[in-house]
């Protein structure tokens, strides 16, 4: 059974950092991507970052460029988003998911909230 476990969230001032952690398990290789997504009140869930575990192939959408930083720990089994010059419009409930290569996003953690104040 795949679990993932995200960590992290907070509130903030803008221009701050923060870094969100992704515990995954239970998965039977590397041949798979996690994916950070997030959510604000009264939007759509929306993608902002994956990384593919076997290779360290990166995704970025283009509001969070040059601010994010996605990177896995294979020996920890986790992946961790780096956030950085934090704005009022990156608050969220960020969720980490995970898919094997070339499939859906079908394993979704949590979430958890990430508050930025202006």
């Known amino acids: 059974e795949v679990q993932l476990v995200e960590s992290g969230g907070g509130l903030v001032q803008a221009g701050a950092s923060l870094r969100l952690s992704c515990a995954a398990s239970g998965f039977p290789s590397d041949d798979y991507a996690i994916g950070w997504f997030r959510q604000a009140p009264g939007k759509e869930r929306e993608s902002v970052s994956c990384?593919?575990?076997?290779?360290?192939?990166?995704y970025y959408a283009d509001s969070v460029k040059g601010r994010f930083a996605i990177s896995r720990d294979r020996a920890k089994n986790a992946v961790y988003l780096r956030m950085n010059s934090l704005k009022p419009e990156d608050t969220a409930v960020y969720y980490c998911?995970?898919?094997?290569?070339?499939?859906?996003?079908?394993?979704w953690g949590q979430g958890t909230q990430v508050t930025v104040s202006s």
């Open positions: 998911a995970a898919k094997v290569i070339k499939d859906r996003w079908s394993e």
């Open positions: 990384i593919t575990i076997i290779d360290g192939s990166t």
